[in-house]
């Protein structure tokens, strides 16, 4: 059974979080035929898009767990909506049991903020440019390091004479007490690598340097710096680029624009592209059309897209290091048993092989796994071979 790859949003209050929560997640009239759109108020579904082969193949496709729109396959992935991290928030200001659960269940964090300075690190709206968007990164990866070291940092003595005195690995101590966070114990023996000291001689600074590292691998984030479109945003997002490696501009605010201009039959516009088109000059009043001019000039022409979908792919293929794979039962037709073309799309980590694959499908289809056809090329493959992004797959069983 395959679930989807689960993403938490987050970003102090007024920065454009249920914006972009909104704007990532297409309308119901995009997604008709679509059953989980919404699954409630702070967990929603936004896309991962990528190539779809059936354009290449020449063939129509039939996806079944996922959606294609011209040519452009669309995979689900889940966005947990994280409210509450404010500075302080550790210290019990509001963060509990729910962020934990958030927590455990996110496999990377998108944290929205205010690129254009127009809100104080509390949220309140000051003038724009006044506020420095780098401040508010800080804080948020200093909320959950804290956060995580107010767990550990309780019985830290402890634990180290007992690990001394029955000869227990540490690391294994520290992941019991971290369990309910979704951090495995290869995360942590890579971030506790990373620290000189040796672990018995740890302190408060050793410990939070593990945590830091610690995240960055387990829980990796990409930064969104979202209304771009404001004329104050275009040097922090320089800024933010030289200090951070993971960072999108967008404009949540445009991007809904764009779509419900769509959705009103104005302009021709695929969520997430890279131009609009308009319909018919004569149905847009001045206003409609200077903002869709402003959106096109300040957004579209400079940053390439509105972000919202650029942010979603790039934490799905850049810090989760995800590749698309389309398993099929008949190689040479690119069908399942019911004759769907190209009925799914997978997301498989980088480095997986065919028995991976096999294993995620079901651990039915797993264990009875005997080899694999790569089916754009004909050809049987390892089952240690390392899959290919794009690759079409066609897993034989003995069953
Ligand atoms: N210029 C501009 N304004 C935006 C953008 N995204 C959101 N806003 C505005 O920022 C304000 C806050 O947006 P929300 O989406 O409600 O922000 P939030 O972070 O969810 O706020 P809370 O619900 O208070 O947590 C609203 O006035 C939005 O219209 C954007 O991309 N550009």
Known sequence: MITMIQIAVTGKPNVGKSSFFNAATLSEAEVASYPFTTIDANHAVAYASCRCPCRELGVECNPRNSRCINGVRLIPVELIDVAGLVPGA??????????????RQARAFLHVIDASGSTDE???????????????????????????YGILERNWERLLRKAASEKLDMNRIIHEQLSGTGITPEDIIEASRKVDADVYSWGKDELLQF?????????????VANKADLPSAGENIERLKDAYPHVVPASAEAELALRRAAEAGLISYTPGGSEFEIIDESKLTDKQRAALEYIRENVLEVYGSTGVQEAINRAVFDLLDMIVVFPVEDEHRFTDQKGNVLPDAILVPRGSSPRDLAYLIHTEIGDSFLHAVDARKGMRVASDHELEDGDIISIICSR
Request: glycine share 10%.
């Open 90 to 103: 550790h210290e019990g200001r509001g963060l509990g049991n729910k962020f934990l659960d958030d927590l």
């Open 211 to 223: 945590l830091d590292e610690l995240l960055r691998i387990a829980k990796p984030m990409l930064i």
């Open 122 to 148: 509390e949220g309140r709206p000051v003038e724009a440019g006044s506020h420095d968007p780098l401040e508010d990164v800080e804080f948020l990866e200093e909320e959950i390091t804290m956060w995580l």
